[in-house]
């Protein structure tokens, strides 16, 4: 009888222990990895926007731009002029275009990539503010100039947030993991020759377009951090 007291005794206390509702483990609201990786980027725009205020370029600049302007390019050139030409007005209404898609396809992953179209916003204040001059033709080689505002670069900013956001908003978790692969190296070689298309002509320092990989990424990153903007895209797909 006692034994089966003491059984009893265990079972109820396992009951009661059962019954105690333990607190759940908060989720953070920022992917922290991306956080950092965000702020860093964005120190480092502040940090290359300092130099470009204090100098119309900077000591790496002339080197480096004579240096991708000796590349004999051959078709990518086409490429280069191609991606120059969407500028302005074009950069809008292609960007316009990927969040109204985005919203057709996963409307709640849409606030992202607006969140991300918001760079534009810095990238304005910043080309109005530092008014840094573009390559000067005595310096380096000047195929065209779209303006006179030099930093940071415009297009390197825009495809920066603009690719990385439309295949994560559209593709990520739809596709073959395969097919999504080839689609980020896709997105990459665009971004690399929007970087050399804009130095190879003239239209920008390479500092420039630090500036614009900074800001473009390093905007996107803390975009992606926020796990209210990003669960909508990242979250897996049923």
């Known amino acids: 009888m006692r034994a089966l007291d003491q059984v009893d005794g265990q079972l109820?206390?396992?009951a009661i222990v059962a019954a105690i509702p333990l607190p759940r483990a908060k989720t953070s609201a920022f992917r922290w990895p991306l956080l950092l990786l965000g702020l860093a980027g964005m120190t480092i725009y502040a940090l290359d926007t300092v130099g470009a205020a204090s100098l119309t370029y900077l000591p790496f600049d002339v080197p480096?731009?004579?240096f991708i302007q000796s590349i004999n390019w051959g078709p990518l050139v086409q490429v280069f002029t191609f991606l120059d030409w969407i500028e302005g007005t074009r950069?809008?209404?292609l960007g316009a275009?990927?969040?109204l898609l985005v919203a057709a396809v996963n409307w709640r992953a849409a606030p992202l990539m607006v969140a991300g179209a918001l760079s534009g916003a810095i990238?304005?204040?910043?080309?109005m503010v530092i008014q840094r001059p573009r390559p000067s033709a005595d310096l380096v080689h000047v195929i065209r100039h779209t303006g006179s505002s030099s930093y940071p670069s415009g297009h390197v900013a825009f495809f920066s947030w603009f690719l990385v956001l439309l295949i994560i908003c559209l593709v990520v978790g739809r596709l073959p993991k395969a097919i999504i692969a080839a689609l980020w190296v896709a997105a990459a070689f665009v971004l690399l020759a929007v970087c050399a298309g804009r130095i190879y002509l003239g239209e920008?320092?390479?500092?420039?377009?630090v500036g614009g990989l900074?800001?473009?990424?390093g905007w996107t990153a803390l975009a992606l951090s926020v796990r209210l903007l990003s669960n909508p895209a990242l979250a897996p797909k049923k």
């Open 12 to 14: 109820s206390l396992s």
């Open 204 to 209: 920008h320092w390479p500092s420039d377009i």
């Open 123 to 127: 990238y304005s204040v910043t080309a």
């Open 97 to 99: 275009a990927g969040i």
């Open 91 to 93: 950069q809008q209404v």
């Open 64 to 66: 480096i731009e004579r």
């Open 214 to 217: 900074a800001l473009g990424l």
